[in-house]
């Protein structure tokens, strides 16, 4: 499971850094509804488009140069921001209903502590922390494989779920 909001309520977005204890110079991640979605909220060289054409939707966090349209709040020094296109329907719903992507990142509030997988958890430990909990059942939380785009050649930075080698040679 995990929480998320819209990318431009700031009010919402500080009270996530707050649930997870995380300072807001390391922003988080957010999900687009498609790759023409992406390229709205970031710069996508010819190269990435390429990979990412082939990759979306799937278990992917990409790093991209920004795109000014994104709230500094969730752009890195290096102005680069981290964009996944989510094969979960829910997710793509909710992207839809709102109109704009949504921030992402795990229910994990204790490093040490296992990744929550039914609702019922998640209610438990951050229920009243929250405005809403989405009961999207049983889930298998693996993470995504992070893949920076913001250089010349395309760099894993954690090796998760999706398998990119796949996609490029």
């Known amino acids: 499971?995990?929480?998320?909001?819209?990318?431009?309520n700031q009010k919402a977005i500080k009270r996530i850094?707050?649930?997870?204890?995380?300072p807001t110079h390391k922003p988080f991640s957010f999900m687009c509804s498609s790759l023409k979605n992406v390229s709205d909220y970031a710069h996508v060289s010819n190269m990435a488009y390429r990979i990412m054409r082939k990759a979306l939707p799937g278990a992917f966090t990409f790093i991209l140069p920004a795109a000014k349209i994104v709230p500094k709040?969730?752009?890195?020094?290096?102005k680069t921001v981290g964009i996944r296109v989510p094969q979960n329907n829910i997710c793509l719903d909710l992207i839809e209903a709102l109109g704009?992507?949504?921030?992402?990142t795990s229910a994990i509030l204790d490093k040490e502590g296992p990744?929550?997988?039914?609702?019922?958890?998640?209610?438990?430990?951050?229920?009243?922390?929250?405005?809403?909990?989405?009961?999207?059942?049983?889930?298998?939380?693996?993470?995504?494989?992070?893949?920076?785009?913001?250089g010349d050649e395309p760099e894993i930075l954690r090796q998760g779920k999706g398998d990119i080698s796949r996609y490029y040679s």
């Open 100 to 104: 704009n992507p949504v921030l992402t």
């Open 115 to 150: 990744p929550l997988s039914e609702a019922y958890e998640f209610e438990e430990l951050l229920g009243n922390k929250v405005d809403l909990v989405i009961d999207g059942g049983m889930v298998y939380p693996d993470p995504s494989t992070i893949v920076d785009f913001s």
């Open 17 to 22: 850094f707050q649930i997870k204890k995380r």
């Open 73 to 78: 709040i969730m752009i890195t020094k290096q």
């Open 1 to 8: 499971y995990g929480i998320g909001c819209d990318i431009f």
